[in-house]
């Protein structure tokens, strides 16, 4: 924990005379404040520590994709720029001295180019967290042939692994034609065999521990992330700190409400988002007899 609280505030400091964006400090003082309070760690957070921890760990982190920098809903800004002079500052490459680095880099709109690449430098070196994040995810489109011919099927073809994460942000916030779907239905039909592991993920403990797992354990395969769109910023989707500190990466969650077993009558499985909405209208509607795991 006191390791995690270190790297938690070493990520929201910035140099003296470094001119951050006003919206910026009051994100920063924010996180500054989940650390310390060692509670509501949101989304953005709960990704940035995984990166965070790792590095200080001495495992390199790589991303790229278009606004990776920032990331595409302004949760990220792995990278600050000083609104005087356009400076640029990465908080997560000044944990401490003998950490490893991040490279995180803003790519064009080629994202055959982009993503094949990644899918090659996680082969040529497996023991740094590679990460190709899309703008939408139905920006994936563009690398199709990448992810059906090689990113899911290399292991059974050639027996080459590969720990590569496609970030792909999904929407379905009402955002219109390409910016609101990344195509999961497609992931699912090229499951087989455990050659790929697709996560629609519910609260930031669990991408916590999704990404760092990639890297530490002995074995690699690709993970596809339906990353949110609604959950960056709402109020319930918080971890505390030791669901973080003391906790692992759950398949299942169970209910979280005090049921009576008995009185159940229905059990809805859910993934990501939909959670809040049910458990929201459970309680509307006081019901005690649905369970939601």
Known sequence: EAEFKNVGVAI???????????????????????????????????????????????????????????????HRHCILNDSENGTK????NNIKADQAKIEIHNSNLSESAVMGFEYGYSIANPKV??????????FGNGA?????????????KWSRFSGLVLLLPHGYEGQGPEHSSARLERFLQLCAKNN??????????????ALRRQ?????????????????????????????????SFQEVIAETKSLDVSGVKRV??????????????????????VAIV
């Not at 500052?89 to 997560?92: E, G, K, T």
């Not at 859910?270 to 509607?285: F, N, P, W």
Request: glycine share 6%; aromatic share 8%.
């Open 12 to 74: 929201t400091k910035t140099p003296v005379g470094f001119n951050v964006h006003s919206k910026l400090v009051r994100l920063l003082e924010g996180r500054r404040k989940m650390i310390e309070d060692g509670a509501g760690l949101d989304w953005g957070m709960g990704e940035s520590l995984a990166y965070a921890t790792l590095l200080n760990s001495k495992i390199p982190v790589r991303i790229t994709g278009q606004d990776v920098e920032r990331g595409t809903f302004t």
């Open 215 to 247: 890297v530490l354990r002995d074995f690699r395969i690709p993970l596809v992330v339906m990353s949110p769109k609604s959950l960056l910023r709402h109020p319930e989707a918080i971890s505390s700190m030791k669901e973080f500190t003391e906790g």
């Open 89 to 92: 500052f990465c908080p997560m």
């Open 268 to 289: 809805l499985l859910c993934s990501g988002k939909i959670y809040y909405e049910l458990r929201a209208e459970r309680e509307k509607q006081n019901r005690s007899d």
């Open 129 to 138: 967290l590679s990460i190709w994040e899309a703008q939408f995810g139905d």
């Open 144 to 156: 199709q042939v990448i992810i059906d011919q090689f990113l899911c099927a290399s292991e059974s």
């Open 196 to 209: 790929l592991q697709v996560c629609n993920l519910t609260t930031p403990a669990q991408i916590f521990h």
